[in-house]
Nanobody, 121 residues
Framework: QVQLVESGGGLVQAGGSLRLSCAAS????????MGWFRQAPGKEREFVAA????????YYADSVKGRFTISRDNAKNTVDLQMNSLKPEDTAVYYC??????????????WGQGTQVTVSS
């Protein structure tokens, strides 16, 4: 089992940057593929980015490609999401998730509780 805790959310002006971090418990973190998702008020949860267990493969939603970067440190049991050139439409609660399968949908096995990101215009 994996427990996930996100941090790093906050309020930022449009064009600014934030770095989200997800800390995972458990000795098997390095076997899980990790994803970031977000959910804006009144909208469904959407995929943002994913990284494979080794870090060798990444995948991004078109809406964040070129602006967001996902990375992981298996020695520290963390996965980060660097968000640059933020837009008001990036405002959402951001969640990290873990899966033994490589997925770009929301069928992940474990989820964190989320961290709020608010981008002001």
């Amino acid at each position: 089992q994996v427990q996930l805790v996100e941090s790093g959310g906050g309020l930022v002006q449009a064009g600014g940057s934030l770095r989200l971090s997800c800390a995972a418990s458990g000795r098997t973190f390095g076997t899980y593929n990790m994803g970031w998702f977000r959910q804006a008020p009144g909208k469904e949860r959407e995929f943002v980015a994913a990284i494979s267990w080794s870090g060798s493969m990444t995948y991004y939603a078109d809406s964040v490609k070129g602006r967001f970067t996902i990375s992981r440190d298996n020695a520290k049991n963390t996965v980060d999401l660097q968000m640059n050139s933020l837009k008001p439409e990036d405002t959402a609660v951001y969640y990290c998730a873990a899966s033994l399968q490589w997925l770009v949908n929301d069928r992940y096995d474990y989820w964190g509780q989320g961290t709020q990101v608010t981008v002001s215009s």
